[in-house]
């Protein structure tokens, strides 16, 4: 059976940074509090003419340079995203056409902020089961563009960027051990954008009533996220037969710096073993993982670390997905 490996990796974020000062101008609310409350500094945003498609084909044409392979190579292209260019064609049917990979089948995955752990399943799946060989997993957001810039619970947390990984049939890069994934649609109503589909389609009364933008419980999802963060991670390691110390770092989802302490505290992990970019970018939703996987493989880890990626968040959903490097 061929081994699914992780054979390259990339990622965008766009120029421009908006920081927790500038926001002190477009609502109520102090760079103080954001920092203090979320661990967030700075996040970047789309330029008017940047789509996630043109986040995403950054982010991907690195990931296929690094790992080593032609767009043509590709027989699949995933795309994880809560904000797709538009509702049809899918944003990875638009990348498709960006990069010229006419051998790959291309469609959108909506798992929300574990939209990216959700794709690498499919893929491990699809090269295991010997269908595909290479297959390109993006997570991409422009977030930007569905926050309500008038609520100052919301539009301080998130940020746009773009994170790709190829995922090969053997070859080198890290192997991935095991995916495990869940979700709870019971729950679902505390992590919304309620209007444009076909509940409730594009009107007067939704656009004047602001539901074309993201609406959070912020407490309910925090509640969720410390405990599902702990479960996605010992679920998988039972499923492996291994246990907290095997893992040498963690890539969690990046939503609040205290979510990313409390769990480092009750595992007894230091913050140094833990994947923090959310100073840089706030909250990148399915970009969030990718941007911080890239960012990891760059500092070249050792052959033989193991490096648990954890995601969670609306629909709701939680995935986990363990990755072991290998010697060169
Ligand atoms: O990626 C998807 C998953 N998302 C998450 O995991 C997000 C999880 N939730 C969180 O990270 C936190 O709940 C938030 C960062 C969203 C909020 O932090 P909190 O400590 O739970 O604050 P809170 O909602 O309890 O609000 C505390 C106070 C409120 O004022 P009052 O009612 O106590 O007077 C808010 O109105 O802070 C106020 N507040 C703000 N103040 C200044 C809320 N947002 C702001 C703001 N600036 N931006």
Same mark, same amino acid.
């Given at each position: 059976m061929p081994r699914a490996v992780i054979s390259g990796?990339?990622?965008y974020v766009p120029t421009r940074v908006l920081t927790n000062k500038e926001l002190e101008s477009v609502i109520d609310t102090t760079a103080d509090w954001i920092l203090s409350r979320t661990g967030i500094s700075e996040r970047r945003i789309a330029l008017p003419d940047e789509a996630t498609s043109d986040l995403s084909y950054f982010a991907a044409k690195q990931a296929l340079e690094n790992a080593k392979l032609l767009s043509t190579d590709i027989d699949a292209i995933i795309v994880a995203t809560v904000t797709p260019d538009m509702l049809f064609p899918s944003t990875a049917c638009i990348i498709q056409a960006k990069l010229?990979?006419?051998n790959a089948v291309a469609f959108d995955l909506s798992a929300a902020c574990t939209g990216f752990v959700y794709g690498l399943q499919l893929a491990v799946q699809a090269i295991e089961s010997g269908s595909w060989r290479h297959v390109l997993v993006v997570g991409a957001e422009t977030l930007s563009r569905i926050v309500d810039w008038q609520d100052r619970n919301t539009?301080?947390?998130f940020g746009d960027g773009a994170g790709a990984a190829v995922v090969s049939a053997d070859g080198k890069?890290? $192997?991935i051990l095991g995916v495990h994934l869940g979700a709870d649609g019971t729950e679902g109503h505390v992590l919304t954008l309620p209007a444009g589909g076909s509940r409730l389609p594009a009107s007067l009364e939704?656009?004047?009533? $602001?539901r074309h933008f993201v609406r959070m419980n912020g407490q309910e999802v925090y509640k969720f996220a410390v405990r599902i963060v702990d479960e996605a991670c010992s679920q998988l390691l039972d499923k492996l037969g291994l246990n907290y110390e095997d893992v040498d770092f963690y890539i969690p989802h990046q939503a609040n710096l205290r979510i990313i302490e409390g769990f480092a505290k009750r595992l007894k992990v230091?913050?140094?073993k833990i994947a923090v970019n959310l100073d840089r970018y706030g909250n990148m939703s399915g970009a969030s993982i990718p941007v911080a996987l890239h960012e990891f493989s760059e500092r070249?880890? $050792?052959?033989?670390?193991?490096?648990?990626?954890?995601?969670?968040?609306?629909?709701l959903t939680w995935?986990?997905?363990l990755l072991e490097w290998q010697v060169d």
């Amino acid at each position: 059976m061929p081994r699914a490996v992780i054979s390259g990796t990339g990622a965008y974020v766009p120029t421009r940074v908006l920081t927790n000062k500038e926001l002190e101008s477009v609502i109520d609310t102090t760079a103080d509090w954001i920092l203090s409350r979320t661990g967030i500094s700075e996040r970047r945003i789309a330029l008017p003419d940047e789509a996630t498609s043109d986040l995403s084909y950054f982010a991907a044409k690195q990931a296929l340079e690094n790992a080593k392979l032609l767009s043509t190579d590709i027989d699949a292209i995933i795309v994880a995203t809560v904000t797709p260019d538009m509702l049809f064609p899918s944003t990875a049917c638009i990348i498709q056409a960006k990069l010229g990979a006419k051998n790959a089948v291309a469609f959108d995955l909506s798992a929300a902020c574990t939209g990216f752990v959700y794709g690498l399943q499919l893929a491990v799946q699809a090269i295991e089961s010997g269908s595909w060989r290479h297959v390109l997993v993006v997570g991409a957001e422009t977030l930007s563009r569905i926050v309500d810039w008038q609520d100052r619970n919301t539009c301080v947390l998130f940020g746009d960027g773009a994170g790709a990984a190829v995922v090969s049939a053997d070859g080198k890069g890290p $192997r991935i051990l095991g995916v495990h994934l869940g979700a709870d649609g019971t729950e679902g109503h505390v992590l919304t954008l309620p209007a444009g589909g076909s509940r409730l389609p594009a009107s007067l009364e939704t656009v004047n009533g $602001r539901r074309h933008f993201v609406r959070m419980n912020g407490q309910e999802v925090y509640k969720f996220a410390v405990r599902i963060v702990d479960e996605a991670c010992s679920q998988l390691l039972d499923k492996l037969g291994l246990n907290y110390e095997d893992v040498d770092f963690y890539i969690p989802h990046q939503a609040n710096l205290r979510i990313i302490e409390g769990f480092a505290k009750r595992l007894k992990v230091p913050l140094a073993k833990i994947a923090v970019n959310l100073d840089r970018y706030g909250n990148m939703s399915g970009a969030s993982i990718p941007v911080a996987l890239h960012e990891f493989s760059e500092r070249q880890p $050792r052959a033989g670390d193991k490096v648990m990626l954890v995601g969670f968040g609306g629909g709701l959903t939680w995935g986990s997905c363990l990755l072991e490097w290998q010697v060169d």
